[in-house]
């Protein structure tokens, strides 16, 4: 499955954005998927993760209460949406895949989107 990520961009603090994740080449509704981010020198972080059905989500406590996963299978795609975003949420953000059920560890996840820029000035 090839994933493209896509709805960054800059937003002062307080503010919102919703990023995209678009799937082709499988049957996406069998993909568990999980948005990811990664800060300039540091690791790449767990944000969020939804199951295959849209029923179930999980999120890092950073962003909990403010950051909510949907998706839409019929569009074969996975949404992030951001609210009250503070310059600590500045990074990359990455969606990712699997076959399998979710998952909040990186190494998991077999199929990954090209990132998307989210820069949170204060």
């Known amino acids: 499955v090839q994933l493209q990520a896509s709805g960054g961009g800059l937003v002062q603090a307080g503010g919102s954005l919703r990023l995209s994740c678009v799937a082709s080449g499988r049957t996406f509704s069998n993909y568990a998927v999980g948005w990811f981010r990664q800060a300039p020198g540091k690791e790449r972080e767990f944000v969020g993760t939804?199951?295959?059905?849209?029923?179930?989500?999980r999120y890092a406590d950073s962003v909990k209460g403010r950051f909510t996963i949907s998706r839409d299978n019929a569009k074969n795609t996975v949404y992030l949406q951001m609210n009250g975003l503070n310059p600590e949420d500045t990074a990359v953000y990455y969606c990712a895949a699997r076959r399998e059920g979710i998952h909040v560890s990186a190494v998991e996840y077999k199929y990954w989107g090209q990132g998307t820029q989210v820069t949170v000035s204060s």
């Open positions: 939804i199951n295959w059905g849209g029923g179930y989500q």
